[in-house]
């Protein structure tokens, strides 16, 4: 009988206590933006200059109202236990190759950066090592073409658990890298609402204090599905010691999760989530492969493994589609009364649809086994294929009543003889031509293709089709493909991807592609998220405007002034964007959220 811990790490269960560390020099609180250079001559020492690399020698705090730019390819160093304090403030990196936050002395580290209620907070083309954490509370900031590594650094948890330690936050990652930090590389805790966006972005070589954590270590999300943490299109590799996983959720509380199109490879174990019907999760479309480093199964090694439930609550909402499960200790396990949904053709939920691929699972104490079912319950597993056109073999491969009269009955007949191997995507590129965006991508194999939708999004979470193009249906030759889109200026991001239709309907999604259109006028607007108003402060501004995701105008006001007080009370909670023209016809957008 299978005896099978899932050592996830106690910090899952943590309670974060947020320590108050000496604040040495603050900003004013009055509007005032910031630079480095400004820092050099207003902080008395807490700032310096010297070599063409900057030193925070003390933590410097920005508080409610100013701003902290940071635009130019610099290196800022930290002295140890010292931080920076975005109180409230704004911070806004946008340098034009990288800019590097990093320790004076490596060994020593520094404790981070900590951002609280700072929703406009910006981060681009950053490179953050050796502190601590970066340290989320109350904020959702946005993360583009960012690397965090080396992270972790001491033994204290203090300022913050992983490399990204969240409290009641939402951040948006884009084409991020996480390497080598010491534990997880975006941690949030048990009983604490975190939803994060993580898209395109790279985890590799995380924990490397072999401690029993995931790569992305998640507690509960949302109270009623208000928020979904979204893990798309990200490759988790190589998990830096044996104990590491890839994607552990561990909820005192609820969770809603979507974790689609990831490669989910060489850790402990793939996916993990312990709970029974607080758990609510899409799990479609990725390749978790090779999960098995730490070659015991007594201990883990599940490409998906769920746990948890009661009498009283059992099952979790949890699909589980489309995903090629390969080369792990075991595929799937279940275990007490968690009962998740592979696969039920019966059903009027047509996305629990199963069209899993189970190939060559195993382990030596039970070989070749890629669905342990060890719970009382029956568990449906329909319209997956298991490596084999043959039933009994099959059979073989399942792990349940018949071989264990205490557990449930997998119901897996149906199931696939054959697949059909995806299209190959060599590339998809989006490139701005003045109003226009030129989406190309090419296929080097395409098998029983039906067409492709175009999406787009203007915040990268929401996507809508714009556009459909046949596909090629059968090829084994290269295939070229292109789409324009004509774009408005009212958005300074555009979000692609492509959702590539089989005939049969399955259907999987490209990397996603952003085009950032510079900004032309200077704005600052509070608060954010807003209820009743919002203040717009911007020089020259002659008309602002507040526009849904699709780009409809919502709220026109011609103005005459810089500072203008703008009522949104006809808006319905959501996100919205805010766009401000001045005299000059010039124009800028930002992320509106109304609560």
């Not at 609510?280 to 999960?291: E, F, G, K, L, R």
């Not at 948890?308 to 009364?337: C, D, F, K, M, P």
């Not at 979000?495 to 006028?521: C, E, H, M, P, W």
């Amino acid at each position: 009988m299978l005896t099978k811990k899932l050592l996830l790490t106690v910090s899952l269960f943590f309670l974060l206590t947020w320590n108050v560390f000496a604040i040495k020099w603050q900003t004013p609180g009055t509007g005032v933006n910031y630079t480095l250079d400004d820092l050099v001559t207003n902080s008395s020492g807490s700032v310096t200059f010297l070599n063409s690399e900057y030193f925070i020698n003390d933590t410097i705090e920005i508080k409610k109202f100013d701003t902290l730019t940071l635009t130019n390819n610099d290196i800022v160093r930290f002295a140890p236990n010292t931080y920076l304090w975005i109180n409230g403030g704004t911070i806004l990196v946008n340098p034009s190759t990288n800019i590097l936050l990093t320790a004076q002395d490596n060994n020593a580290g520094f404790l981070g950066v900590r951002l609280d209620s700072s929703d406009n907070a910006y981060f681009k083309n950053m490179t953050f090592e050796y502190a601590v954490s970066f340290r989320l509370v109350d904020c959702s900031p946005t993360f583009e073409n960012c690397t965090f590594q080396y992270n972790n650094v001491g033994t204290s948890t203090s300022f913050g658990n992983g490399a990204i330690a969240l409290f009641r936050s939402n951040p948006f990652f884009n084409n991020c890298q996480f390497l080598n930090n010491r534990r997880a590389a975006i941690q949030g805790g048990a009983n604490i609402n975190n939803a994060p966006k993580i898209y395109n972005s790279i985890f590799s070589g995380n924990d490397t204090y072999n401690q029993n954590v995931p790569q992305i270590n998640l507690g509960a999300t949302s109270t009623a599905g208000e928020d979904t943490v979204k893990i798309i299109n990200n490759q988790i590799l190589n998990a830096g010691g044996i104990q590491g996983g890839g994607i552990g959720f561990l909820p005192v509380g609820n969770v809603y999760a979507v974790i689609t199109g990831n490669t989910i490879r060489n850790n402990r174990y793939g996916i993990t989530f312990n709970g029974a019907n607080n758990i609510n999760a899409m799990v479609s479309y990725n390749v978790i492969d090779s999960n098995n480093i730490q070659n015991n199964p007594a201990l883990g090694g599940s490409g998906i493994s769920f746990t948890g439930g009661s009498a009283g609550s059992i099952g979790q909402n949890t699909i589980v589609t489309g995903n090629i499960i390969r080369a792990n200790l075991w595929g799937i396990t279940i275990q007490q009364r968690s009962r998740p949904h592979i696969g039920n053709i019966n059903n009027a939920d047509t996305s629990d649809n199963g069209k899993n691929h189970f190939i060559n699972n195993t382990n030596t104490t039970t070989p070749g086994i890629d669905l342990y079912n060890n719970s009382p319950d029956d568990v449906d597993a329909q319209n997956n294929y298991w490596n084999t056109d043959e039933l009994s073999a099959v059979e073989g491969k399942i792990f349940h009543n018949p071989d264990n009269g205490s557990l449930g009955v997998v119901n897996y007949q149906p199931f696939l003889t054959s697949i059909n191997m995806p299209v190959t995507l060599k590339n998809f590129n989006a490139t701005l031509k003045g109003n226009e965006v030129l989406l190309t991508w090419q296929t080097t194999t395409e098998e029983n293709t039906a067409h492709f939708n175009i999406q787009k999004s203007l915040n990268g979470t929401e996507f809508y089709t714009i556009g459909t193009l046949k596909a090629k249906g059968n090829s084994n030759q290269l295939v070229n493909y292109s789409y324009t889109d004509k774009i408005n200026t009212e958005s300074n991001k555009h979000f692609y991807k492509l959702a590539i239709v089989d005939k049969d309907g399955t259907t999987t999604y490209s990397n996603i592609r952003l085009i950032n259109i510079s900004k032309k006028v200077a704005i600052n607007f509070y608060p954010n998220p807003a209820k009743d108003y919002v203040v717009v402060e911007s020089k020259n501004a002659r008309n602002i405007q507040v526009l849904d995701l699709r780009g409809r105008v919502l709220i026109n006001m011609p103005v005459q002034n810089d500072h203008n007080i703008l009522h949104i009370q006809s808006l319905t909670s959501g996100n919205y964007i805010l766009k401000v023209t001045n005299s000059k016809g010039e124009e800028t957008s930002e992320k509106l959220v109304v609560k």
